[in-house]
Nanobody, 121 residues
């Protein structure tokens, strides 16, 4: 069982930046970020492979968000720039033992509790 702990959420004005962190209790291969707003399904945001050489993003965040990882710290980051009010959501970190990137929630076995991001206009 892998425990994931997210941090870094908060309130920011539109156009601002935040960096989310997710630390795993043990090394995990595939890692990703998802987000969810009330009444909506969980939405894919970004994914990174074990090596870090492959990443993929939702079209809505491409060019603004960057996912990266630090193996020494068992941590994955989501740098979020040029934030918009529509980025407001509860952001979840996810992990899985498989190697490559994945964009659907059913391809991840472990989930964090979420960290709230609120972007004001």
């Amino acid at each position: 069982q892998v425990q994931l702990v997210e941090s870094g959420g908060g309130l920011v004005q539109a156009g601002g930046s935040l960096r989310l962190s997710c630390t795993a209790s043990s090394a995990s291969h595939r890692m990703g970020w998802f987000r969810q707003t009330p009444g909506k399904e969980r939405e894919f945001v970004a994914s990174i492979s074990w090596s870090g050489s492959r990443t993929t993003y939702a079209d809505s965040v491409k060019g603004r968000f960057t996912i990266s990882r630090d193996h020494a710290k068992n941590t994955v980051y989501l740098q979020m720039n040029s934030l918009k009010p529509e980025d407001t959501a509860l952001y979840y970190c996810a992990a899985d033992s498989r190697l490559n990137i994945a964009t659907t929630s059913n391809q991840y076995s472990y989930w964090g509790q979420g960290t709230q991001v609120t972007v004001s206009s």
